[in-house]
């Protein structure tokens, strides 16, 4: 390699280190692949190089999204994920009305709903200082990211989390409609073969849908995943009992739903795999192989989503999200730093191998 290469070489492992040293001391949760010149491949060779911000369970302001972008867009991302739904719902349209099963909920009534269910996610989760209007980032401020991220190369997938994930949405829904929209007294999943739970998280869903398809989003990641798992954590854990209640087929129909509202907006779906054939039970129903799914874990014991290429062998497109590459809040050990996130082979899935990823 011949100075020059080394030169670049180093200036885009320092641009890696500041988004780890950021992000870590910005106590959120992120995803890192390692940009594609790094491991011998041209940058072009990666459809999705993907740098995820959970600023979902945490409030960024603009200013901090922007470094961000800079330093992702530096070390060679091409999109920037912002989980602005994941346990909190940390961003709000300038419209929030819903009308769910003919009941109309206006819009102040849905944002105070919301903030309210966030301020109790970081009680009950010792999350930082939140202050409802100034701790969730505005359409103006969306709408300036976007376009910042656009001036430097990148697209924005916004990821809203359900039907799990979903603390904020679903302590709002709760309260609006009166009904108990809860799987088995989850705080952040909502039951699926519960009419009204999911009329309300898709009429949310269909505003943030709207919104992105109409700024130029290409992407929008349902999430999808551990389905109530705060609930049940042992055995197959949320998912498993779901199957094991019959459910299942329901979270099937949920997930595809959801898929379609995003195609009918012209956008490809993205979501989390541990979901998707969960244990490889396939006697429930079939789903949509144009989600694009990400591959983030393979399981542990007693928890067996479906391996991925079993996935990819079903016609899955499949983004490489190894969990083993995060940064996580409260996590105590194998944290990714700047030295293994070098190593990273976007081939080398949690459980196998798959030669062409997206």
Not at 70 to 85: H, K, M
Not at 98 to 119: D, F
Not at 136 to 152: F, H, N, P, R, V
Not at 154 to 174: E, F, K, Q, R, Y
């Amino acid at each position: 390699m011949n100075q020059a290469r080394k030169r670049t070489g180093t200036k885009k492992v320092l641009s890696m280190i500041l988004v780890l040293v950021m992000l870590l001391s910005l106590l959120s949760m992120a995803a890192f692949t390692l940009p594609a010149s790094e491991t011998g491949n041209s940058k072009d060779s990666y459809e999705y190089n993907i740098m995820f911000l959970d600023c979902g369970r945490k409030y960024y302001s603009v200013d901090s999204i922007k470094q961000i972008i800079d330093n992702a867009s530096a070390a060679g991302f091409n999109y920037i994920q912002l989980a602005v739904g994941n346990d909190g719902l940390r961003f709000l349209l300038d419209d929030m009305s819903l009308n769910v099963n003919g009941t109309t909920y206006g819009s102040a009534a849905v944002k105070k709903a919301v903030q309210a269910g966030n301020l109790a996610y970081n009680r009950t989760h010792d999350a930082p200082a939140y202050s409802p209007t100034t701790n969730e980032l505005t359409q103006s401020e969306m709408d300036t990211i976007i376009a910042y991220a656009g001036s430097k190369g990148m697209g924005v997938i916004p990821c809203v989390n359900t039907p799990g994930h979903m603390d904020a949405i679903l302590s709002a829904a709760t309260s609006l409609t009166g009904t108990n929209c809860s799987y088995r007294d989850s705080v952040r999943t909502i039951d699926v073969t519960n009419t009204t739970a999911v009329a309300f998280t898709k009429a949310l869903l269909q505003k943030y849908i709207t919104y992105f398809a109409d700024k130029g989003c290409k992407l929008f990641n349902m999430g999808a995943d551990e389905y109530a798992n705060d609930k049940f954590t042992g055995g197959s854990m949320g998912f498993g009992n779901l199957q094991s209640s019959g459910k299942y087929s329901s979270y099937v129909d949920y997930v595809n739903a959801v898929d379609n509202m995003i195609q009918a907006a012209g956008m490809t779906a993205m979501a989390f795999n541990d979901g998707i054939y969960f244990n490889s039970n396939t006697d429930s129903g079939t789903f949509n192989t144009d989600i694009v799914v990400c591959y983030w874990s393979s399981g542990w014991s007693g928890y067996s989503p479906m391996p991925a290429k079993t996935l990819a062998d079903k016609g899955f497109r499949l983004i490489n999200t190894n969990g083993d590459y995060y940064w996580v809040l409260g996590k105590s050990n194998a944290q990714c730093d700047a030295n293994k996130a070098r190593g990273f082979d976007k081939t080398s899935f949690p459980g196998g191998t798959i030669s062409n990823p997206a």
